[in-house]
């Protein structure tokens, strides 16, 4: 089980772009964290990461901002960037490869 609380405000720049700050934090059960990052000891011998117990707690926090612009009354496009960093156990964990992340998104909507 996971959970998420975050915050997001639109800012007009004008009349067809909208500046959309948004934060983040995820919170994932014990189960979650040992499916996703943690190592369990049937792999011992098979591979060169150690055992890894992982427990619940938060697992990331995301921030960044989305840009839209609005075509015409139906039409839209925009961006997102985002960083994205581990926390807790995920941080901990042998086979997370790096703790901080940056996605860039590109989006095209229709709305009826």
Do not use: C, E
């Not at 839209?76 to 901990?92: E, H, I, K, Q, S």
């Amino acid at each position: 089980m996971t959970g998420s609380l975050g915050l997001s405000a639109p800012l007009p720049l004008g009349r067809k772009l909208i500046l959309m700050p948004h934060v983040r934090a995820t919170w994932a059960d014990g189960q979650y964290m040992q499916t996703y990052f943690g190592f369990p000891p049937v792999y011992d011998g098979a591979s060169i990461f150690p055992r890894f117990n992982a427990g619940s707690g938060f697992k990331d926090v995301r921030t960044g901002a989305s840009l839209i612009w609005r075509i015409n009354n139906h039409w839209f496009a925009g961006t997102d960037v985002g960083v994205t960093r581990l926390l807790g156990y995920a941080t901990l964990s042998p086979i997370s490869l790096r703790d901080t992340n940056v996605t860039v998104m590109g989006m095209a909507a229709y709305r009826f």
